[in-house]
């Protein structure tokens, strides 16, 4: 099993410039989610996805999108950068069918904005 | 809505020294409680979890935490930690019925040889 994988491992935007993130999952696991890590601020949820063709919006969404199109795959859109995104994203995903199950997390990927 | 809360944000010890870092949580209902570490430039990975039964949870590397459900805490603890502890250590709360955890803001612990 590969686990988490994200796709890239590292980008660099103009402001302005969009980007799609891909995040996949080998495990078969229902729940996924996306994440922004910032120093100090820890983990933010940005969207999570319950399922194949759903998707909520977390703690910070905003110009943020997603799509989970196929159990294993879920896509975080950016369509117009903007500084304040620069960031370390991480996906993870979780089993689900029972609420103590983990999470478990990509490598991330680490996006500057310029 | 729920909050977590880790007090320390930075942690210094020499190697043997004993660890303790502290999680508090707001939610007042049945809560799963997680710590994750992430060691430098890798992902979060679990250090261990609790749900139910003993309090005192064991995890890997050594690591073990208590679950004090008249203080909201879950602080993690080790009796002796080594260089290769260096790393961030986050807490998690997920209530029960939800598959959404709240993170606190992490701490980072150094650990000199």
């Known amino acids: 099993n590969a686990g988490v994988t994200q796709t890239p491992k590292f980008r660099v935007l103009k402001t302005g410039q969009s980007m799609t993130l891909l995040c996949a999952q080998d495990?078969?696991?229902?729940?996924m989610y996306w994440y922004r890590q910032d120093p100090g601020m820890g983990l933010r949820l940005i969207h999570y996805?319950?399922?194949?063709?759903?998707?909520a919006k977390g703690e910070v969404p905003d110009g943020y999108n997603v799509s989970r199109l196929k159990k294993q795959n879920f896509l975080l859109g950016l369509e117009s950068a903007a500084p304040s995104q620069t960031s370390v994203y991480f996906c993870?995903?979780?089993?689900?069918?029972?609420?103590?199950?983990?999470?478990?997390f990509g490598p991330g990927t680490r996006l500057t904005v310029l | 809505a729920q909050s977590v809360s880790q007090h320390n944000h930075h942690v210094i010890l020499s190697e043997a020294a004993s660890l303790e870092l502290g999680c508090n949580y707001s939610?007042?209902?049945?809560?799963?409680l997680f710590w994750y570490v992430q060691y430098p430039g890798q992902h979060l990975q679990l250090l261990l979890k609790?749900?139910?039964?003993?309090?005192l949870v064991k995890g890997i590397k050594g690591f073990e935490a208590e679950f004090i459900k008249s203080k909201f805490s879950f602080n993690l603890r080790k009796p002796s930690v080594q260089w290769s502890d260096t790393a961030e250590y986050f807490c998690?709360?997920?209530?029960?019925?939800?598959?959404?955890?709240?993170f606190g803001r992490g701490t980072s612990l150094i650990v000199h040889p």
């Open positions: 998690a709360v997920m209530s029960r019925g939800s598959y959404i955890p709240t």
């Open positions: 939610y007042g209902g049945t809560v799963n």
């Open positions: 495990m078969n696991h229902e729940y």
């Open positions: 609790y749900f139910s039964g003993d309090p």
């Open positions: 993870a995903s979780n089993l689900g069918r029972n609420d103590y199950n983990e999470q478990f």
């Open positions: 996805s319950v399922g194949e063709g759903t998707t």
